[in-house]
């Protein structure tokens, strides 16, 4: 082993052993012909060497075979003293040379498809462990480690670039592509680790595990963040059952921004939660759904037979704040409902699918992000995350499991069958509004949302004052959600005095008797769930 400065080391031996054959032989072509040695193990040198590629073994290299099916191989001073020596550290090189250690100058490696097995259904907790890699991380954290002298490649996508600079520069790596690969390293790395960690938690916990592991992928660049000088990015969980744009086909529009996202994934939720029926398959069974989002925040949503007349519903509780709304529907778009949101400004559409000449009306305001999921999956039941300063609070995701027989009719008013629709619509819709949360619906549409008041009779007053600006022939017989109990009366007196005739809540407040007793003299009906849905 020769002495060197860092960066100043050439590339003329390369560790070649990896899971995933995708350009491996062009890399390895491109490696002799700069007249580098190449090592390899396994599967990858029998690879290799069908492609006509001379080599050196791992076992030629170590003078140890690999044992155990293949758990050993790479574990080795051999290979751990030329990936980890400080070449500009004398006593290193020196300890080298004693012990007939040669210097490896890069390393390729991917590792065994833990994530893909363990997601197979049906996989055994032996395969599972079976496809733990050893071996691989180990010399991608010591090559990524020592990365002034020992560049590391974990990603295909590098390997031409890294080619191009070492043909370039007579076989060297500058120190800043050097980082840089090795930041990748341990990305890979952290992610693969976190993976494991996840999955053995679910093989031993139940619940909450006492650590947890998690980490994350790049899906996309933002425009910007919550405000223009904030730069901003969208990862996605790994090994999450799906993430917000997964399936996700971008038809037309400027690319989505960070608020654009928060938007949509409140549009979405909500469709999905109104458009699935118990037992159902779904956002496309039962009725057509549309679910308009301004700030994070519903101010219109409807069920209704025609995607068209849902849309319409929705938009009809408040055309003000539905203005750069982002929209959620769960059936195709069709040029008749093409025509309605054309008359509007619409920031994001996001549907099943679209007809084509709905896709030529809509196309013709360019800032109109078409979004088309055509597999819509399922709600997913994943635990929640929301980071706090330094950390992440977690939690089960808030289900609406209730159902009318296990709800409690409190008030000697009893409600109709309509009335009934319309309280578990609101009911429905009312999770999806930031808390304090107060809906009013009528004909399983929303009339009027009071949402994120510090007092929850400020909430009613403003669904009630935004159905009075709006559709006031509505409000007598008007249903009400709350997704808290009401702590004091007055919001029965607020609610009683606009025309409100049925209410559904949790229930659970010192005062219950108090409020029953004002709907009773109201002649609302009123309905006790049980169950609080906050959402802050």
């Known amino acids: 082993m020769e002495a060197a400065e860092p960066g100043t ?29 190449l090592i390899s193990t396994g599967g990858t040198a029998r690879t290799l060497r069908d492609a006509g590629l001379a080599l050196r073994s791992i076992e030629d290299f170590t003078g140890f075979p690999e044992i155990m099916n293949g758990r050993v191989k790479t574990l080795h001073p051999l290979i751990y003293g030329g990936l980890l020596a400080r070449r500009d550290d004398p006593a290193h090189v020196q300890a080298a040379n004693e012990q007939g250690i040669v210097a490896v100058d890069l390393v390729c490696v991917n590792l065994y498809p833990f994530e893909q097995t363990v997601a197979r259904a049906g996989v055994s907790f032996e395969e599972a462990i079976e496809n733990i890699d050893i071996g691989g991380p180990t010399m991608i954290r010591a090559a990524a480690k020592n990365h002034p002298y020992a560049a590391v490649l974990v990603d295909p996508a590098d390997y031409e670039q890294v080619l191009a600079e070492l043909r370039a520069s007579d076989g060297l790596l500058a120190l800043a592509t050097r980082r840089r690969l090795a930041a990748r390293a341990f990305a890979c790395t952290a992610r693969y680790d976190a993976s494991i960690s996840r999955w053995f938690a679910t093989q031993t916990y139940e619940g909450f595990p006492p650590q947890r592991a998690s980490a994350y992928e790049k899906v996309m660049d933002l425009r910007y963040g919550e405000n223009p000088h904030q730069q901003a990015a969208f990862y996605a969980e790994v090994g999450a059952s799906t993430h917000l744009l997964a399936g996700v086909r971008q038809l037309h529009g400027k690319e989505l921004s960070f608020n654009n996202l928060l938007d949509l994934s409140a549009a979405r ?59 959620a529907v769960n059936r195709h778009v069709d040029k008749a409902l093409a025509q309605s949101l054309a008359e509007q400004f619409v920031e994001v559409l996001l549907a099943p699918g679209f007809d084509g000449d709905a896709i030529a009306v809509l196309s013709a305001k360019k800032n109109v992000r078409l979004l088309e999921l055509g597999g819509w999956p399922a709600p997913t ?93 509505l409000l007598p017989g ?7 109990f009401f702590p004091f009366a007055d919001n029965i007196d607020v609610a009683a005095e606009a025309g409100v005739t049925s209410i559904i809540q949790p229930g659970g407040s010192v005062r219950d008797d108090e409020v029953i007793a004002a709907a009773d003299a109201a002649g609302i009906a009123m309905v006790f769930t049980g169950v609080r849905h906050f959402l802050h």
């Open 269 to 327: 939720g909500l469709v999905e939660e109104l458009s699935t029926p118990a037992g159902g398959t779904g956002p496309s069974a039962g009725a057509a759904a549309a679910a308009i989002v301004k700030h994070n925040n519903p101010c219109g949503c409807a069920l209704a037979e025609t995607a068209r007349e849902a849309y319409e519903r929705a938009f009809a509780c408040d055309p003000q704040s539905a203005f750069g709304g982002v929209i």
């Open 9 to 37: 080391a050439r590339v003329r031996r390369a560790l070649l052993s990896v899971y995933d054959k995708t350009g491996i032989v062009e890399l390895a072509h491109g490696l002799r012909d700069l007249d580098v040695e």
């Open 478 to 484: 008007t249903s009400l959600a709350s997704d808290a």
């Open 381 to 473: 039941t994943d635990i929640v995350a929301k980071p706090v300063l330094g950390g992440l609070l977690t939690q089960s995701p808030d289900l609406v499991t209730e159902t009318r027989e296990s709800m409690r009719v409190v008030t000697k008013t009893v409600p109709t069958e309509l009335q009934w629709e319309d309280l578990i619509f609101s009911w429905k819709v009312c999770r999806h509004v930031r808390s304090n949360a107060i809906v009013l619906a009528r004909g399983r549409a929303t009339v009027g949302v009071g949402a994120g008041q510090m007092s929850r009779v400020d909430s009613v007053r403003i669904a009630v004052e935004k159905a009075r600006a709006y559709q006031p022939e």
